[in-house]
């Protein structure tokens, strides 16, 4: 009985924490990242790099009328800018805002605790517990959880010449 309580105990604070820890982490939208992303000697440029690319018209796009046909073909009901089946991979955080459509945080992770003190090499530790990710420009994996066969436009992903649109980097080698 005793052994129980110990190992019910230790469930209950390891689920704690990870709740806890998961419940902080909200989506804070890309305009937070803009003042020092934006600036080269500060955090580099990947603000303006991201600006310019399709991730953020990926809510946009699904206004035209392309998406229009995509949406019919598929038997959607509702406008695609209005459907779960296109915004689960066009949009990162609906609740802050869709507008901006594949953000920052959808390969760096949900920002809100990792935000104010990511921006010290000496915080790294802590960022990265704190929920920042930094992927790999060689690892496709990140990218294949919506550039796959589910996408109704899906053409093929070749790493190389798909981070060659819209490369970016720190501010110790910007952009
Ligand atoms: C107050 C300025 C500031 C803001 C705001 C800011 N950053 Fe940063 N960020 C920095 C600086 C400075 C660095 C470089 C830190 C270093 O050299 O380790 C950095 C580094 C990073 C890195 C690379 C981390 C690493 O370990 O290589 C990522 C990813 C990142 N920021 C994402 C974001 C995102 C996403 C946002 C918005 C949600 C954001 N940042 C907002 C200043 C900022
Ligand atoms: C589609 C995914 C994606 C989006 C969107 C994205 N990044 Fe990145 N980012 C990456 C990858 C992958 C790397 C790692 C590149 C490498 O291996 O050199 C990276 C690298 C970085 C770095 C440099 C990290 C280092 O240690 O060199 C910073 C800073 C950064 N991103 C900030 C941002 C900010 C700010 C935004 C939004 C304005 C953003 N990123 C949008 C995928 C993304
Ligand atoms: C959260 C979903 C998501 C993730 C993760 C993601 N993308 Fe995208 N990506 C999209 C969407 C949606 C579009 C289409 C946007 C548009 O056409 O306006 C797109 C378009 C692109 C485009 C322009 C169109 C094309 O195929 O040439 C490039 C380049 C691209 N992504 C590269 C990447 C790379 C590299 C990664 C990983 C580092 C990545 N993406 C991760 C959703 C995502
Ligand atoms: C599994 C993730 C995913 C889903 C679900 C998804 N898309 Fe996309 N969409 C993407 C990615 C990634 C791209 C960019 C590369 C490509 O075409 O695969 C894209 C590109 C597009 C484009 C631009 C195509 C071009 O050639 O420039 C349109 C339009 C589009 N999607 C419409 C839709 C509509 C409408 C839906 C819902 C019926 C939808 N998408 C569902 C991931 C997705």
Redesign the pocket.
């Known amino acids: 009985m005793r052994t129980f309580i110990v190992v019910l105990a230790v469930v209950v604070t390891v689920c704690f924490v990870a709740c806890v820890a998961a419940a902080e982490n909200k989506f804070v939208g890309a305009a937070k990242c803009k003042s020092c992303h934006s600036v080269e000697k500060m955090g580099g440029l990947s603000y303006k790099v991201w600006e310019k690319s399709a991730h953020a018209k990926a809510f946009e ?2 206004k ?1 009328k ?2 229009e046909e ?2 019919k073909k ?1 038997g ?1 009901k509702t406008a ?1 800018a209005e ?1 779960p ?2 915004l ?3 949009v990162t955080a609906a609740d802050v805002k869709k507008e901006d459509g594949v953000t920052c945080e959808a390969c760096h992770g949900a920002a809100s605790a990792f935000l104010s003190i990511h921006n010290k090499p000496e915080n790294k530790e802590k960022a990265t517990a704190a929920g920042l990710v930094v992927p790999s420009k060689d690892d496709s994996k990140p990218c294949e959880k ?3 066969e ?6 093929g992903f070749k790493m190389a010449e798909k981070w060659a649109k819209i490369a970016h980097a720190g501010p110790k080698k910007s952009p």
């Not at 589910?150 to 053409?155: G, I, N």
Request: proline letters at 4%.
């Open positions: 796009v699904l035209s392309e998406a995509v949406a598929k959607l695609a459907s089946e296109c689960k991979c066009h919506c550039h796959n589910e996408s109704p436009t899906f053409k």
